[in-house]
């Protein structure tokens, strides 16, 4: 499905990340591998440090953090928007929605649209699109879009294909119309017959959480994790990440009638190093235009991934300025999703540690 | 340069990988170990194997790893 807006701009963008950094080599003891195998697959993957909650830390404390930061920095007015959609697949709660309980926490009006969007590794594209939608209606001026996660709390510190890459963090975009009317081309497929391949199995209705799905059990790789716990098939995420992408961004330039060499920067989900680099060599991007610094500084933090890339990377030539931005997600769903637009000059673009 | 069964032997010193003819049904590569293997092999023979290539089937055993080898013009 091709997508296309216009007079939109992202004016600011806030990470936070807890202040509470591990190291992969801290966390070998707990997985069941020989430490020299581990220690390669480090290399490879760029695995180094991540950020995780400290505790019984939710997603809602991550943004209130955020927003009370925005708010007293006077980034942003407590009155200035008008929508607040968060994205994330570890609510607080099943019910309310999170955005529910930001709204409350925080004091912020009833005239107010708040949307809880469960997506994870495409989220902040797919939050991207209702953003711009909901500023068709004249009562919205601005919208806070929030990607977060704390899914560090659902994965098994004995799996090796999960918890070393996992983070945990929130990103604040703020979204507004613009006098800009340059389009913005995108595009979105999803296939959930292959929803199986990224999963959390019980603690919905389908399968509720009881003793029985907390039990550890062995995935024949020697992975360590119970049904209540983030499960990856790390094989079929590579192959689709290989198979989905290169032809999506090559729709995309095709559509936007735009040559790969006119895109200053591909900010793209980081899974990890390896599966970027693959990308990148597939799509004959130079590595410098493709960022894949997250995982090792801080995990990977789902939907936040593509903020974190722009504030890690960019921030001093965001602040100055702007670039012709390709951005992409993809993962769970499973959702992949592509977009074309000049990001920047931004009014703010900043990273702060959740104490 | 190393063999692929040299780089196969560092990468899990336990097997013997002249041995098996189905590395991975037989529990001898994962599939992590099949991205170290990757890069060790893109590293020792200068190529990039692509990302399309990086399926178990390609694994299997050191033939099927000659055979992709062979499409980037290597052993």
Redesign the interface.
């Known amino acids: 499905m091709n997508l296309i807006f216009g007079h939109r701009r992202i004016a600011g963008l806030l990470a936070v990340v807890p202040a509470n950094e591990r190291s992969f080599v801290d966390e070998m003891a707990n997985f069941n591998f020989p430490p020299a195998r581990s220690l390669k697959l480090k290399q490879v993957m760029g695995y180094d440090k991540h950020r995780i909650v400290d505790g019984p830390v939710c997603a809602s404390d991550l943004v209130c953090f955020g927003m009370e930061h925005l708010f007293a920095s006077g980034m942003l007015g407590r009155d200035d928007f008008d929508a607040l959609i968060v994205v994330t697949q570890s609510p607080d709660y099943l019910m309310p929605p999170t955005s529910s309980v930001i709204q409350g926490r925080l004091g912020l009006k009833q005239d107010m649209f708040c949307l809880d969007i469960n997506q994870g590794c495409a989220g902040f594209l797919i939050g991207l699109y209702q953003a711009f939608s909901l500023l068709e209606q004249p009562a919205v001026r601005q919208v806070v879009l929030i990607n977060v996660d704390v899914l560090s709390r659902k994965t098994s510190s004995r799996d090796r294909n999960s918890y070393p890459l996992i983070g945990d963090a929130a990103s604040i975009a703020i979204v507004e119309r613009s006098e800009d009317g340059t389009p913005i081309h995108a595009n979105l497929k999803m296939d959930g017959t292959r929803r199986e391949v990224l999963m959390i199995p019980a603690g919905g209705l389908r399968l509720p959480s009881s003793p029985e799905t907390a039990v550890l059990g062995d995935d024949g790789e020697n992975n360590f994790r119970a049904k209540d716990n983030l499960r990856m098939d790390g094989t079929a995420v590579f192959n689709f990440v290989q198979v989905e992408v290169p032809p999506m961004i090559r729709d995309l330039l095709h559509t936007a009638q735009a040559d790969m060499k006119d895109v200053d920067y591909f900010l793209f989900h980081q899974p990890n190093r390896f599966m970027l680099q693959k990308l990148a060599d597939q799509m004959k991007v130079p590595y410098e235009k493709m960022p894949s610094n997250i995982v090792e500084h801080y995990g990977n933090s789902s939907g936040v991934t593509i903020p974190m890339a722009i504030v890690h990377n960019l921030r001093e030539r965001l602040l100055a300025g702007s670039i012709h931005a390709c951005l992409a997600g993809f993962g769970v769903g499973l959702t992949w999703s592509s977009m074309l637009m000049r990001l920047g000059p931004l009014d703010f673009c900043e990273m702060v540690n959740y104490k | 340069m190393p063999t692929i069964a040299e780089i196969l032997k560092e990468?899990?010193p336990e097997f013997d990988f002249t041995a098996s003819q189905d590395f991975v049904g037989e529990?001898m590569l994962?599939?992590?170990?099949?991205?170290?293997l990757v890069?060790d092999l893109d590293r020792a023979y200068g190529i990039?194997i692509?990302?399309?290539d990086?399926?178990?089937e390609n694994f299997q055993n050191i033939a099927s790893i000659q055979t992709l080898l062979q499409k980037y013009g290597k052993a």
């Open positions: 990468i899990r529990g994962d599939s992590y170990d099949i991205v170290t890069s990039s692509s990302g399309l990086i399926v178990p």
